[in-house]
């Protein structure tokens, strides 16, 4: 029986909300996707759309070329992936692992790709379900160019942009990790916020026009902030640390007076007045990035 091409054919293993999400992006674009996940029952919708149910993992890699994995982390892709019916089944075959999880468990994997004569690309996905297959979607990748190239124009049937970020395997991963270092300290600022404000008689809904107005001056501060932390500048002039840790009091004060913990915001003022201590309290907040790494 000949392998159906690179370009026809793709096997996701996993079918969590993203799983699912990629399969049926691979689908509407006409690749012939095997599907396989360790609960059964989660492929009905997609298997009548003309996803093929595979029986097993083993079965699902033997199916195409390619094969994408999109688990909850690298615990559980180890555990689908290094079965020995698995790993003899996916010899000389491409796995791109688009699970989250840290830069070591990236190269940890590569690792044992490269003893198993397993091909391997890593990537994340940086934005949600619905994005999927539109061109909203966001991929990075790293490892060998020359497989990425390879494999290009199935991920893209996934949508969205896919940036090769690199050879070195855990790339893409730091990147993720980074980027969701910003995401979750966000939500965690806006579930703090939502409750301060409850607490102050304001509704959610009432905030939330002026919550996105926050997150819109964002963008320019991280430009600003960039250039800062790559020039060294680390300028104060609009909003030195002085005044910014003056603010910060304020928002543990109140969070405190109403039993609220305010362990985030406390965190975030203790790295402004160590910079402070150290000397750089004319500086802007940037300045804190280039402490944190040092005892
Ligand atoms: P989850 O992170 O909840 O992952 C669910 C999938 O993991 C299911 O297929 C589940 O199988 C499988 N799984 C969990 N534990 C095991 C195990 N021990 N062995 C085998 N399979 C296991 O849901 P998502 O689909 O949303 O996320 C998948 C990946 O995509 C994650 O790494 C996530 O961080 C990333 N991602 C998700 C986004 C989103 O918006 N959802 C956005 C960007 C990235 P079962 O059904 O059998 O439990």
């Not at 940086?126 to 994005?131: D, R, S, V």
């Not at 680390?234 to 030195?240: A, C, H």
């Not at 750089?280 to 940037?286: I, K, L, Q, V």
């Given at each position: 029986m000949s392998l159906p091409t690179e370009e026809s054919a793709v096997t996701v293993l996993g079918l969590g909300p993203m799983g699912r999400a990629l399969t049926a992006a691979f689908l509407n674009a006409g690749l012939r996707t095997t599907v396989w996940n360790r609960?059964?029952?989660?492929?009905h919708e997609l298997v009548a759309r003309g996803a093929v149910s595979a029986r097993s993992a083993e079965e699902a890699v033997a199916a195409s070329g390619l094969t994408v994995v999109c688990v909850v982390n690298y615990d559980a892709a180890d555990t689908i992936l290094r079965r020995k019916a698995v790993v003899d089944a996916l010899k000389g075959r491409t796995v791109v692992n688009l699970t989250a999880d840290t830069p070591d468990r990236a190269r940890d994997t590569a690792a044992w790709a490269a003893e198993h004569g397993v091909r391997y690309l890593d990537g994340a996905i940086?934005?949600?379900?619905?994005?999927?297959?539109?061109?909203a979607a966001v991929f990075i990748h790293s490892g060998p160019k020359d497989l990425y190239l390879e494999h290009r124009s199935v991920l893209e049937a996934l949508g969205g942009t896919h940036t090769h970020l690199g050879e070195e395997i855990g790339r893409a991963a730091a990147y993720d990790i980074a980027l969701l270092d910003i995401f979750w300290t966000a939500i965690a600022g806006y579930a703090h916020a939502l409750a301060v404000a409850q607490a102050e008689g304001i509704t959610a809904r009432e905030l939330a026009p002026f919550a996105k107005g926050i997150g819109d001056i964002l963008p320019p501060i991280f430009e600003e902030f960039a250039e800062d932390v790559d020039n060294g500048s680390?300028?104060?002039?609009?909003?030195?640390l002085t005044s910014a840790v003056s603010s910060m009091a304020h928002i543990v004060h109140t969070s405190e007076a109403h039993g609220i913990d305010a362990g985030v915001m406390r965190a975030a003022e203790g790295m402004a007045r160590r910079a402070i201590g150290l000397?750089?309290?004319?500086?802007?907040?940037?300045?804190v990035t280039e402490l944190l790494g040092r005892r």
């Open positions: 609960t059964a029952g989660r492929d940086m934005t949600p379900t619905p994005t999927i297959g539109t061109p680390f300028s104060g002039e609009g909003n030195p000397g750089h309290g004319a500086d802007g907040f940037s300045r």
